[in-house]
Structure formats: C-alpha cells, structure tokens
C-alpha cells in the first residue's frame, strides 16, 4: 500500500508555470512507476506523463511534451511535474498516481494502482 498527497496546484496566467509535487508514503517508492494524469469538468481522465523506478525512461502525451518535465527523487519519495508554458487547456485536476511495476510504464488510468487525491490546475487567458 502506498498513500499519495499532491500539492503545487493554482491559478496562473497563460504562459507561466506551475511545480507540481506528489510526496508517497507506505511501501518502498523505488518499486513503483510513477505517472500524473489530469481531468477537466466533463471530460475523461487523461494520461500527462509518467517515468520508471529509476527516472531514466519518461513518457509525456503529445499535448505537454516539450512543456512538462516529469521527475523523481526516490531518497525523497518524491515526484514532481515542471508545467512550462501553460494554456487554457491545461486546465484540470491533477492526479498522482503509481503502479506496482518498475519497469513498464502505463499511460491508461487502469493500469495504475494508487492515486493521490488530486489539485487544481487553473490556467487563464
């Protein structure tokens, strides 16, 4: 079992940034793949980006890539998302979320197995 607390989110204006943390607890973080997904108001959750046990293997959705960086600190139990230059559309709630695979990182919601409770992203024009 692993408990997840995002924290980071709020209001920014198009073009700026935001960091994104998620801070695990529980079982040994290292084992675990760690992915952010985000939803908007009647929209489906949706994959943003995701790395390996070790960070050395990311995976971003073709909307951040170039924008997003995904990170982790494994001494720290941490995992945090660089928002670069961020748009309206990016606007959601953001969700931390492992899976119980170190090697083989899942872009679907069901391939994960815990989730933080999520925070709110608010990108204005």
């Known amino acids: 079992q692993v408990q997840l607390v995002e924290s980071g989110g709020g209001l920014v204006q198009a073009g700026g940034s935001l960091r994104l943390s998620c801070a695990a607890s529980g079982r040994t973080f290292s084992i675990y793949a760690m992915g952010w997904f985000r939803q908007a108001p009647g929209k489906e959750r949706e994959f943003v980006a995701a790395?390996?046990?070790?960070?050395?293997?990311?995976y971003y959705a073709d909307s951040v890539k170039g924008r997003f960086t995904i990170s982790r600190d494994n001494t720290k139990n941490t995992v945090v998302l660089q928002m670069n230059s961020l748009k309206p559309e990016d606007t959601a709630v953001y969700y931390c979320?492992?899976?119980?695979?170190?090697?083989?990182?899942?872009?679907?919601?069901?391939?994960?197995?815990?989730w933080g409770q999520g925070t709110q992203v608010t990108v204005s024009s």
């Open positions: 979320a492992a899976r119980r695979a170190r090697y083989v990182v899942g872009t679907l919601p069901n391939e994960y197995d815990y």
């Open positions: 790395n390996n046990w070790s960070g050395g293997s990311t």
